[in-house]
């Protein structure tokens, strides 16, 4: 790439959106048209309309996706999650991370591009509604320059409410995956003194929203987001990403009489795929940290390439070997090592996921609790009981000491045990024996849960008895 590196030695060494003093460059990228462009708005409503519409669906009564870190409570696809599947969950994470890992070697930065909600938000909404209210980048830059006059009051004041509308449309929808469409509906239709930490999380949420949409930008993704800052070591030479295909487009020149001269490449140096970037980058100096796949530069040149009668693609998805050396490899000995891991993954998440069990039941000896002498030469001992029922079925459960026939169980308080549907039940009861059945101080007890005369599970227990009994 020695060529490549001619016109711009420093690129590496500061940022494009920080000038020499650390102030901070404005970016105005150049409004963005062209095939890619209308594939990136088609998948941005259809995400978009994904992730406004998903709050509102429920599969059997539940979200379809929850997300309660507050009370630990998530449901993903429908299916409740307790705190005691966090295995599967933990896994899944994992094998989320894999997939992501081996995603970016092989695609590069696709997600970043074409389905990160920043990137969505700040060039399909955002900068959509100021192009259409300040114009395109030099008609920006224009008004941002003027003095203060009525009409730029206007075009400020009518964008950033339009911003912050947006904005609170977002928390909204942020804070419907955490506590819940319903209880949403009920924070937004009380006072906020009723509801006051929904109230604050809503205003917090779109305060962050509106500041990173409507001033840091793509500062996100140069300088917070760690997906971003992880490129460095994800990408390869054989990873896609949107590359300047160097070989053909040096040494590039300008266009003289409406021709490329012809010692010069197919680059007319026009500087459009710069002007385009949102991330203010030259990608003609190779993959930089900054791109995040957008393809608003391949656009760009495209209309460049078709005015000068030149074929598309100087700027394209490609691999760095893929344009050195003609030929892209994706299955590398590194794919296929991710590969064997995820295919590890998935196979141990999906049996986790297949054979989870509907319910969570445990049985405990009250710690500290001595057995109790009964009339009739009978001993009892207390147990808490902890029975998490999955199901979207109430439950009504019912015990029994196996091979103990003389055995009774005794609820305390409330006579039965029910269990709401994804419910949990936390009950104390004793178990009561027979003297002659106890021989010695700890005998071992298996307990039969039953709902409805159907078996569910068996559970083992101790039943501390006088260590002199014997069997008469
Ligand atoms: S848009 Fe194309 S031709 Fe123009 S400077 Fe960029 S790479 Fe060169
Ligand atoms: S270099 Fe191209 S693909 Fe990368 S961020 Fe800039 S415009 Fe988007």
Same mark, same amino acid.
């Given at each position: 790439?020695?060529?490549?590196?001619?016109?711009?030695?420093?690129?590496?060494?500061?940022?494009?959106?920080?000038?020499?003093?650390?102030?901070?460059?404005?970016?105005? $990228?150049?409004? $963005?048209?062209?095939?890619?462009?209308?594939?990136?708005? =088609? =998948?941005?409503?259809?995400?978009?309309?994904?992730?406004?519409?998903?709050?509102?669906?429920?599969?059997?009564?539940?979200?379809?996706?929850?997300?309660?870190?507050?009370?630990?409570? !998530?449901?993903?696809?429908? @299916?409740?999650?307790?705190?005691?599947?966090?295995?599967?969950?933990?896994?899944?994470?994992?094998?989320?991370?894999?997939? @992501?890992?081996?995603?970016?070697?092989?695609?590069?930065?696709?997600?970043?591009?074409?389905?990160?909600?920043?990137?969505?938000?700040?060039?399909?909404?955002?900068?959509?509604?100021?192009?259409?209210?300040?114009?395109?980048? &030099?008609?920006?830059?224009?008004?941002?320059?003027?003095?203060? &006059?009525?009409?730029?009051?206007?075009?400020?004041? &009518?964008?950033?409410?339009?911003?912050?509308?947006?904005?609170?449309?977002?928390?909204?929808?942020?804070?419907?995956?955490?506590?819940?469409?319903?209880?949403?509906?009920?924070?937004?239709?009380?006072?906020?003194? *009723?509801?006051?930490?929904?109230?604050?999380?809503?205003?917090?949420? #779109?305060?962050? !929203?509106?500041? =990173?949409?409507?001033?840091?930008?793509?500062? %996100?993704?140069?300088?917070?987001?760690?997906?971003?800052?992880?490129?460095?070591? !994800?990408?390869?030479?054989?990873? @896609?990403?949107?590359?300047?295909?160097?070989?053909?487009? *040096?040494?590039?020149?300008?266009?003289?009489?409406?021709? @490329?001269?012809?010692?010069?490449?197919?680059?007319?140096?026009?500087?459009?795929?710069?002007?385009?970037?949102?991330?203010?980058? +030259?990608?003609?100096?190779?993959?930089?940290?900054?791109?995040?796949?957008?393809?608003?530069?391949?656009?760009?040149?495209?209309?460049?390439?078709?005015?000068?009668?030149?074929?598309?693609?100087?700027?394209?998805?490609?691999?760095?070997?893929?344009?050195?050396?003609?030929?892209?490899?994706? !299955? #590398?000995?590194?794919?296929?090592?991710?590969?064997?891991?995820?295919?590890?993954?998935?196979?141990? #998440?999906?049996?986790?996921?297949?054979?989870?069990?509907?319910?969570?039941?445990?049985?405990?000896?009250?710690?500290?609790?001595?057995?109790?002498?009964? $009339?009739?030469?009978?001993?009892?001992?207390?147990?808490?009981?902890?029975?998490?029922?999955?199901?979207?079925?109430?439950?009504?459960? +019912?015990?029994?000491?196996?091979?103990?026939?003389?055995?009774?169980?005794?609820?305390?308080?409330?006579?039965?045990?029910? %269990?709401?549907?994804?419910?949990?039940?936390?009950?104390?009861?004793?178990?009561?024996?027979?003297?002659?059945?106890?021989?010695?101080?700890?005998?071992?007890?298996?307990?039969?849960?039953?709902?409805?005369?159907?078996?569910?599970?068996?559970?083992?227990?101790?039943? =501390?008895?006088?260590? &002199?009994?014997?069997?008469?």
């Amino acid at each position: 790439m020695e060529d490549l590196y001619q016109y711009d030695h420093e690129y590496r060494d500061s940022i494009a959106t920080v000038d020499e003093q650390g102030k901070r460059i404005w970016v105005y $990228p150049k409004k $963005p048209s062209g095939k890619f462009h209308n594939y990136r708005i =088609v =998948v941005s409503i259809v995400l978009l309309a994904v992730l406004f519409g998903m709050p509102f669906i429920k599969v059997n009564g539940n979200p379809f996706m929850l997300i309660d870190v507050f009370n630990l409570k !998530f449901i993903l696809f429908g @299916i409740h999650f307790w705190p005691q599947d966090f295995h599967i969950l933990a896994f899944a994470m994992i094998t989320m991370v894999v997939f @992501i890992v081996l995603f970016t070697v092989v695609f590069g930065r696709v997600w970043c591009g074409w389905t990160c909600p920043q990137t969505i938000f700040m060039e399909m909404v955002f900068r959509k509604i100021e192009y259409w209210i300040e114009g395109d980048a &030099t008609k920006q830059r224009k008004l941002n320059k003027a003095p203060w &006059t009525t009409k730029k009051a206007i075009k400020k004041t &009518t964008k950033h409410l339009i911003f912050i509308i947006i904005s609170l449309l977002i928390s909204h929808t942020f804070l419907s995956y955490i506590v819940g469409i319903d209880k949403l509906r009920v924070i937004v239709s009380g006072s906020p003194t *009723e509801n006051l930490v929904g109230f604050i999380a809503l205003m917090v949420f #779109t305060g962050i !929203f509106y500041y =990173v949409f409507a001033f840091f930008r793509e500062q %996100v993704c140069i300088a917070v987001c760690p997906y971003g800052r992880l490129q460095g070591v !994800f990408l390869g030479n054989d990873s @896609i990403a949107v590359m300047y295909d160097w070989l053909r487009g *040096e040494k590039r020149g300008r266009l003289k009489k409406g021709k @490329i001269e012809e010692d010069k490449g197919d680059c007319i140096d026009c500087h459009l795929c710069v002007h385009a970037c949102p991330t203010g980058i +030259d990608i003609r100096n190779g993959t930089q940290l900054e791109c995040v796949n957008c393809t608003a530069c391949v656009d760009a040149c495209d209309h460049v390439m078709d005015k000068i009668n030149k074929p598309r693609g100087l700027i394209k998805y490609a691999s760095y070997n893929g344009i050195k050396e003609g030929n892209s490899r994706i !299955f #590398t000995p590194r794919v296929m090592g991710y590969s064997a891991v995820l295919i590890l993954l998935v196979t141990a #998440t999906a049996s986790m996921l297949f054979t989870r069990s509907d319910i969570e039941a445990t049985i405990l000896k009250v710690p500290g609790q001595l057995y109790q002498e009964q $009339p009739n030469d009978r001993i009892s001992n207390l147990y808490n009981i902890q029975f998490i029922n999955k199901t979207t079925e109430d439950i009504k459960l +019912d015990l029994k000491v196996k091979d103990y026939p003389d055995a009774t169980i005794k609820r305390v308080g409330e006579e039965s045990l029910d %269990v709401k549907a994804e419910g949990q039940m936390d009950a104390v009861f004793f178990i009561e024996m027979e003297k002659k059945d106890i021989q010695k101080m700890k005998t071992s007890l298996q307990i039969e849960l039953s709902a409805d005369g159907e078996f569910i599970e068996e559970i083992q227990t101790n039943f =501390v008895g006088p260590a &002199t009994s014997r069997r008469k």
